[in-house]
């Protein structure tokens, strides 16, 4: 949840920014410590506009997602990740109708692995979204056996006072409705696909061979403008508390997630 925390609200605006519909990410790992991060980054009607109009300006031949699927840009954000990380594929998809782009990646060890689902929206047009080690989780790998250990933002009790002051002042009525509107369909996961199976673990959230890390609905956060102020503060535990049983979101609010693999 300490890291998770940091993924929603980099996550929140890198999504609004671009208008983003839905960022899934999936941390595939094999038995033997290596293993491949699927990202799959579903567009918002306004961004896929925006693309067309510049693609225009361009030419009559420029792609419109031509910017979306730059593998040098790809594989330069793979060296970001840590040691081993190397890119395998990206590609535009169709997902219902909608256009969006999937980038996989392959890594060596996951020990060595140092990846933020924000950092998905770091080839968008406009933005510098880089993996930041303070956010990462750690990962530590060995026999079978994948302990993850997320990181608590840093901050003090008085700043976070301070920003859960400010939040109250901007998130007029008016303003809230417009940002409802405009993120009503976005969504980001954090998933781990243990390809073994899972023999034991203490994650909240399983599903067969899948942890689910975070599964945020913007639009469910966005309708409780208490929830989404205590969430901005900064403070862990008032973003717990918020959180927890709240219809849209799943997280895992555990410091230490432990993993044995089949």
């Known amino acids: 949840m300490k890291t998770i925390a940091l993924y929603i609200m980099t996550g929140a605006m890198a999504l609004l920014m671009n208008a983003c519909l839905q960022v899934e990410s999936t941390i595939s790992l094999k038995k033997d410590g290596s293993g491949t991060i699927t990202e799959n980054l579903i567009l918002g009607q306004q961004m ?13 031949d420029a792609d419109p997602m031509a910017q979306m699927v730059d593998k040098a840009k790809a594989a330069a954000r793979a060296k970001g990740m840590g040691e081993g990380v190397e890119l395998v594929s990206v590609e535009k998809i169709n997902a219902n109708g909608k256009i969006g782009v999937k980038t996989v990646f392959k890594f060596a060890d996951i020990n060595k692995l140092k990846y933020t689902t924000s950092s998905a929206m770091g080839d968008m047009e406009g933005m510098d ?16 056996k994948l302990t993850i250990i997320q990181k608590q933002p840093k901050g003090d009790a008085e700043a976070a006072e301070d920003k859960e002051d400010a939040m109250g002042d901007e998130m007029e009525e008016q303003a809230m409705a ?50 989404l102020k205590a969430l901005q503060s900064g403070d862990f535990e008032k973003t717990k508390k918020a959180l927890e049983g709240m219809e849209g979101v799943k997280f895992e609010a555990q410091e230490k997630v432990e993993i044995e693999l089949k």
Do not use: C, W
């Not at 956010?135 to 060995?142: C, G, N």
């Not at 980001?188 to 975070?214: C, R, S, Y």
């Open 48 to 60: 896929v506009q925006m693309m067309e109009m510049a693609a225009a300006q361009a030419g009559p």
């Open 178 to 227: 417009m940002m409802q509107q405009m993120m009503k369909d976005m969504r980001m996961t954090m998933k781990l696909k243990l390809e073994p199976g899972i023999k034991k673990t203490n994650a909240t959230h399983v599903e067969g061979d899948t942890v689910t890390m975070a599964d945020i609905q913007f639009d469910k956060l966005l309708s409780n403008p208490e929830k």
């Open 129 to 144: 979204v880089k993996e930041d080690e303070n956010a990462a989780p750690e990962f530590k790998y060995a026999d079978g």
